[in-house]
C-alpha cells in the first residue's frame, strides 16, 4: 500500500464533466489499495473571474482580502470533487487550509508554507477516506488566510507529501509531461522519462510552466518524487526525481524560451563604487524582481550596464531608473521590450566543455545575434531579439537534442 | 458611540456596483462615530448557482461538503465589501466563521450556533477597524464547516449583535421594512414602525419571508432590537423590539400567507391509540416538518385526520402515507397541493375575545370556505383554497387593519 498526493490543475476540475471524470481516476487510485490525498486548484478561469471582480471594485485591491476572496475557488472545487467522490461510493472528506492545517508566513499573494499538522489527515486516512486539500491556501499564525501565488496549488501538493512522508506526488496537468522543448514551438519535442530537480528547476525560471519553482524546491529539499502526467490519458508522465549516474551522459535535457522579460541598459555610467546599489535599490523597493544582469566596463571609466525585468514591471522599472540615470550621471537610458530568453539545460554540462561555444555557433549560423549571456552550472541562456526566438528553440533543439550533438 | 451590526442580504450585495454603495453606506456609519460590525450574505444568485453545481454532480450531494461549497459565497462577497471599504480609506478586515468564531452544532445545512468568541471582533474594534464578518457559516467543534440555512445571515448578525452586546441589529434588504401585510397583493398595506419579537416570530412561521426565524428567537433572548430597513432608501425601516405597554392596543399587527404547504387527509382512520405515531413516524425520519395537525372523532369509531407539510415534500409525504394507510385500515386519503394558509396575528389578541369569529365572518362574507383552523395566543390561521389567497388576505387587512376593526 502507498499514500500517493494527487494534484489536478485547473483544467482538470474546469466543469462538472471532469469533476466527475477526476473523481472516477481518484476512485481507480484507491481501488488499487493506495492511500489518496488529493489536491485542487480553482475552476479553470474561476482565479481571473475573482480577481476581476476585486478590480472593478478598487485599482488595489487590499492584498489581506483578494487571498480570502481567492482561497474561495480552490473551497469551491475541493468540495464538488469530495461531492463526486461520495457519490460513487467513497468515504471522502474535503479539507481547507486552516483545517489541515497549512501554516504559512503572511506574504499575502505569494506566502511560504512554514508548516503543516498532517495529523488530522493521517487520522482521516486511518479511517479509510480519501482526503481532498483545496490547494493554493493557508492561514498564518493569527488564522489570516494566505494564497501560494499562481501555481501554488503545485507546492501544496508537494509540502503535502512531503509532511506525510508521500511515496510520489502526481500532478495531473493538461500536458502529457515535461517536455525536451515546447511542442507548440518544435515538432520534435519529446516527453522526458526523468529528469532531475535541479534540472526542473531550471527550466521552471527559464520559462517553462509545468511547475511552480517553489513546488520543485521543496520536492528537492524533502525528496519527494514527483510524477507530471496527463489528467485526460493514461500513459506515465515525466518523474521528476534526485539526480542519479545515469542522467549526466544526457548533455543537454531540454530548451526553453522566456519571453516575459523586458531588457533595460544604463549607457556610460561612470564606473564608481555604490553605482549598482543606486541602481536597484529602488527597483527591489517596488517589488520588481531583476533577472540578469551584465556589466561591462569599457577603457574611458564609463560602463554599460544591462538588466531584464519582467515585461510586466517594464514601465514601472523604466520610471524609476530615469530618476536614478541624472543622479549618477548617466548618458542615458535603452530600454527593449522585444526580447527572449532562450536556454538550454543538462546536469551534463558540468562534466562537458565546450557546450557555450556550440550554442553560439549554432545560432550565428542562423545570424541571430546574441544580446546577453547568463549561465549557471547546468543551463546557458541567451538574451535575443524575440522574433527569433522559436528559430532559436529549433535549432538548439535540433543540435543538442535530436542529434545528440556534443561540441 | 453606539456599537452597531448591520447585516446586508444577497440583493444589496448582488452587483460591484451594489457592493460599492454599500461600502459607502458603511463609511458613512462609521463616519458619525459608531463601531460597526458588517454580515454579509452571498452575492444574489450565487448560493443557488453553487447549489446547482453540487446537483448536477449528485443528485443528493454529500451534506458536509454542500456547506463548504456555499460558505465560500459569503467568503466571496465578504472579502469583495472589505476591499470596496479599504478602497474609502477606511481601515476594515474580513473574518470567516472560523476565524470570529462562531461555533455551531454539526447540522450541516441547518446548523445552530452554539457559542460566539467575540474576542478577536472586539479588539479589531478596539483598533478602530470596521470589521466585516461573513454570514451564513460557522464551524462545528472540529473545526468542520457549517451553515444556517436559508436567511442565516439574519442569525448570524443577531448572534453577532448578542455577543458584542450591540446597541442595535440593523437588517439591511431590498424592502423598506415589514409590512402590515404583502403591498403585492394588498395595496393598502403599510410598513410597521414596530412591532414585537412574538409577533415577528408568528409572521415569520407563517409565511412573512422578511427575517429568518430563529434570529427573531435569538433576538428576543437576548434582548436585540432589530432594525429591518431598506439598503437603497435612506429612511427609517421596522423596529422588532420587546413588547410594551402600548402594543397590544393593536388588535391585529399584520396578515400573512403561505402558499408554500399542501395539505394531506387520511379518510376513516380506526380511532385507536398510537395511531397518530404510526402516521407521523416516517414522515418525521424523513425529516419532512409537518405544519398543522387536525383531528376529529366523529362517532362512528373511525376519525378523519389532517394535516399539512411543505409543497415541496408533499409527494414524498404522499408515499409514505400511502403505505401507512393500508396498514392503519384507513378508507382511503385526500390530498391538496392547492391551498393556502392565511393569519393575522397581533399581540392585542391575548385580551380580546372575538377575534376568531370575525375573522369566520369575514371570510364567510367573501363565500371563502375554511378547510382547516389553528390558533395561538396571538395568532389564529385558516387553510382555504389557495385560488382565494389574495381575495382573503384584502378583506382581512381591509376588516382589522386599514379599519381597526374590533369583533
Redesign the interface.
Known amino acids: 500500500m502507498s499514500l500517493i498526493v494527487q494534484k489536478y490543475g485547473g483544467t482538470s476540475v474546469g466543469t462538472?464533466e471532469r469533476?466527475?471524470e477526476v473523481a472516477k481516476k481518484v476512485a481507480a487510485s484507491r481501488e488499487r489499495g493506495d492511500e489518496i490525498v488529493v489536491v485542487v486548484s480553482a475552476m479553470a478561469g474561476e482565479t481571473n473571474r475573482?480577481l476581476s471582480?476585486?478590480h472593478?471594485?478598487?485599482?488595489s485591491?487590499?492584498e489581506?482580502?483578494?487571498d480570502?476572496?481567492l482561497?474561495?475557488?480552490e473551497?469551491?472545487s475541493?468540495?464538488?470533487l469530495?461531492?463526486?467522490v461520495?457519490?460513487l461510493g467513497w468515504s471522502?472528506?474535503?479539507y481547507?487550509g486552516?483545517?489541515v492545517r497549512i501554516e504559512t508566513d503572511s506574504a499575502y499573494g505569494k506566502a511560504r508554507i512554514k508548516s503543516i499538522d498532517s495529523s488530522r489527515v493521517r487520522q482521516a486516512l486511518k479511517n479509510g477516506e480519501i482526503v481532498v486539500v483545496a490547494g493554493f491556501q493557508g492561514v498564518d499564525e493569527e488564522?489570516?488566510?494566505t494564497t501560494l501565488g499562481r501555481g501554488g496549488s503545485d507546492t501544496s501538493a508537494v509540502a503535502l507529501a512531503a509532511a506525510l512522508s508521500a511515496d510520489a506526488c502526481e500532478i495531473y496537468t493538461d500536458v502529457e509531461g515535461v517536455f525536451t522543448t515546447d511542442p507548440n514551438i518544435c515538432a520534435t519535442a519529446k516527453k522526458l522519462e526523468r529528469i532531475s530537480y535541479d534540472e526542473m528547476l531550471e527550466m521552471a525560471s527559464t520559462g517553462a510552466k509545468v511547475l511552480q519553482i517553489r513546488s520543485v524546491e521543496l520536492a528537492k529539499k524533502f525528496n519527494v518524487p514527483i510524477h507530471v502526467r496527463s489528467s485526460f490519458i493514461g500513459a506515465e508522465g515525466t518523474w521528476v526525481v534526485p539526480e542519479d549516474a545515469g542522467m549526466d551522459s544526457v548533455l543537454v535535457s531540454a530548451v526553453t524560451c522566456d519571453k516575459d522579460e523586458a531588457k533595460i541598459t544604463l549607457l556610460k555610467v561612470p564606473d564608481q563604487p555604490g553605482l549598482a546599489s543606486q541602481i536597484f535599490t529602488p527597483i527591489s523597493e517596488a517589488n520588481i524582481v531583476v533577472d540578469m544582469i551584465i556589466q561591462n566596463a569599457s577603457e574611458d571609466g564609463t560602463t554599460d550596464l544591462t538588466f531584464t525585468v519582467p515585461k510586466a514591471d517594464y514601465k514601472k522599472a523604466m520610471a524609476l531608473v530615469e530618476k536614478t540615470t541624472s543622479a549618477i550621471h548617466a548618458k542615458g537610458i535603452q530600454a527593449d521590450p522585444h526580447i527572449a530568453k532562450v536556454s538550454i539545460i543538462g546536469v551534463g554540462m558540468r562534466s562537458h566543455a565546450g557546450v557555450a561555444a556550440k550554442m553560439f555557433q549554432v545560432l550565428s549560423r542562423e545570424g541571430i545575434n546574441i544580446e546577453m549571456i547568463s549561465t549557471s552550472e547546468i543551463k546557458i541562456s541567451v538574451v535575443i531579439d524575440e522574433k527569433y526566438s522559436e528559430l532559436a528553440v529549433r535549432v538548439l533543439h535540433d543540435a543538442f537534442i535530436d542529434k545528440k550533438g556534443l561540441p
Chains 1, 2 share one sequence.
Open positions: 462538472v469533476i466527475r475573482l471582480l476585486a472593478e471594485i478598487s485599482q485591491p487590499d489581506r482580502e483578494c480570502v476572496l482561497a474561495s475557488g473551497q469551491v475541493a468540495a464538488l469530495a461531492v463526486a461520495r457519490d471522502v472528506r474535503s481547507l486552516h483545517q488564522n489570516n488566510i
